[in-house]
């Protein structure tokens, strides 16, 4: 099938074979780690990864994930040195740019989750463009997740909500899980199947709080610039044989 001609031959999981997470959601870990094992400044990391972020990207594309949302930066960031903060803008920038100038004619649907408020007037720009250029194509949904918190996300949640109360469009007792997720960045999406976090750390990083209550959780050791879609099949062929229970039996 044309749709698969990307799938790495050399792998001996059958990626077309497997049922795939509808939503996946991987949080891009281990930049700085793997620069430091190379002797080299935390950035090299940051730069290595970006080439990594656009290779999986366009596999889980070109596999069928309906749904990929990608930790790019997260709202506790902005606490690291300057320099790296503003090497990573660059690279947000460079991205974006290519994305408006060389992906015309892709199938992949950009959004933007997180408070992009905080980002220079330019990159806020270039993320409104990408956003509504690629609104009107088919294919998968690529969420970006940028400045991104899951506890500021609710905060942001909470805030439309009591707006809603205050003008008398609501009652609080109509408050209930689906009204939530509808206030979410990720609203009207289906919740992640399957997180996957390189780089060997257990813990959530503060991604997709409210989202992941059922998430299947995949650890890789593999840092993330050192990812490839060998190591995504493995994780997609565990992830097929997991048994979700959802509380039920
Ligand atoms: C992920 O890699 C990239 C961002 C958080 C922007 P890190 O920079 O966190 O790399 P480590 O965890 O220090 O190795
Ligand atoms: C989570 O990684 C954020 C992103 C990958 C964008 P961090 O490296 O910031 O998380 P901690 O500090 O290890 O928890
Ligand atoms: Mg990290």
Request: proline share 4%; aromatic share 10%.
């Amino acid at each position: 099938m044309g749709l698969f001609s990307n799938v790495s031959s050399s792998d001996d999981i059958d990626i077309t074979k497997i049922k795939l997470p509808e939503h996946l959601g991987i949080i891009m870990d281990g930049n700085g780690r793997w620069a430091k094992k190379r002797g080299l400044p935390r950035t090299a990391g940051h730069k290595a990864g970006a080439t990594t972020f656009r290779k999986i990207s366009r596999y889980c594309s070109n596999i069928g994930i309906k749904y990929l949302t990608l930790y790019a930066f997260s709202t506790e960031n902005w606490n690291r040195p300057q320099e790296e903060v503003n090497t990573l803008m660059r690279y947000f920038r460079e991205y974006l740019q290519e994305a408006l100038r060389d992906f015309r004619d892709d199938t992949i649907i950009l959004r933007f989750i997180g408070d992009i408020s905080a980002f220079p007037e330019d990159i806020q720009e270039l993320m409104k463009e990408n956003q509504e250029l690629s609104s009107v194509r088919n294919g998968m949904v690529l969420n970006l997740a940028m400045n991104y918190g899951g506890r500021a996300e609710m905060v942001y949640a909470m805030k439309q909500i009591g707006e809603s109360i205050l003008k008398g469009e609501l009652q609080p007792s109509e408050i209930n899980e689906q009204l939530i997720s509808d206030h979410l960045y990720t609203a009207n999406q289906p919740d992640p199947d399957l997180i996957i976090r390189p780089s060997g750390e257990h813990r959530t990083s503060n991604f997709l709080l409210w989202q992941s209550a059922y998430s299947e959780y995949y650890i890789d050791d593999v840092l993330w610039p050192d990812y490839t879609e060998k190591d995504l099949n493995r994780a997609l062929l565990e992830y097929s044989k997991r048994n979700r229970r959802f509380g039920g039996v």
